[in-house]
């Protein structure tokens, strides 16, 4: 049932512009510059909305982390994040025209349900993006969208995680276009994006390959750092988390320009830099502190828009020109990289020790 897959996560990496295509299908309207994402609102509810509060644990609060600039860029509406499992004990402010957005790929996972719990108690709206029918959050929450990846067996989140950004764009663009926030070129353009995501993502998986060698040449590094700025931060953590779980390397993200500010004191030449340098992640400024830990001898691999080039790096891989989904693309690249660094290792890609595919305790 893997397909010819010796893992299930490498064959649902390989499902990605299927499963992103399933995500978009009869949702996007190109030409008015809209989205149906067949998901309602109380009528003037959106256009007084304060704030997004993204609640969700894991790979599903990366996924909300890029999702709360896209809020902020598109939706003209203050969007905060926050791990389900603070928010649900933590002391914030009444949620008062506040909708509240648990991102979760079960549905079932106990920390988010007690941040939805929270939410719901306090009067605010709540709302689900989930990849599972009938879960637990759907019952409990005032409004649904699935990001129909399907069903997801490996216990690292991949297809789920493009899918949770997919799903999560388009209601940016949906809340948006409600509020008056975003014009309908504008619109357009982010739409346009998001219909070349899954010919993008084909084309990241065509240069397997390039990734393989890659992770076999940096593969024994001491430690991995993987770095971004904007849109590419939430995809550095992503990479990371995505490295430490299954290859049991220590890995660490984080926004780029922090690395100065006590990271680089880790820095040596055995230590692999993986940076994301595509648009939407300010490029120039994160090849800066790139060249700050290459100074200190560590290798670099970056993530880059095609028509790019960055002599210094050590590996380049080609990230085709999808705008603000390039970060996203980018992530699979990282995803392939994890993969490979783990099955060099022999490691239980499918089921890594000590982890659950559905965490249902607190
Ligand atoms: C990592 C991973 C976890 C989940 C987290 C939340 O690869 O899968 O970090 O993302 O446990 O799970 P859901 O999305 O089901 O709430």
Known sequence: EKGGYEHYMRKEIHEQPESLRQTLAGRLDVSAGDVDLDVSFPPGFLADLEEIRIVACGTSYYAGRYAAQLFEELAGVRATVEIASEYEFGAGRTPDRTLVVAVTQSGETADTLGAVRRANAAGARTFAVTNTLGSTVTREVDGTAFIRAGPEIGVAATKTFASQVATLAMLAVAVGRDRGALAAADA?????????????????????????????EYGDGEAFFFVGRALGVPV????????????????EGFAAGELKHGPLAL?????????VLTDGARAAETM?????????????????????????????????????????????YLQLFAYHVANDKGRAIDKPRNLAKSVTVE
């Open 188 to 216: 357009r353009s982010v739409l346009k994006d998001l219909q070349g995501l899954p010919g993008a993502v084909q084309q990241v998986l065509d240069e397997e390959e390039q990734v393989r060698e890659a992770a076999r």
């Open 267 to 275: 820095v040596t030449p055995d230590t692999p830099v993986l940076a």
């Open 236 to 251: 550095a953590l992503e990479g990371a988390l995505k490295l430490k779980e299954i290859s049991y390397d220590h890995a």
């Open 288 to 332: 800066n502190n790139v060249t700050e830990a290459q100074t200190r001898g560590a290798p670099a691999l970056g993530c880059v828009s095609a028509g790019d080039t960055y002599d210094t790096l050590d590996v380049s891989f080609e990230v085709p020109n999808v705008g603000v989904v390039e970060p996203l693309v980018a992530n699979v």
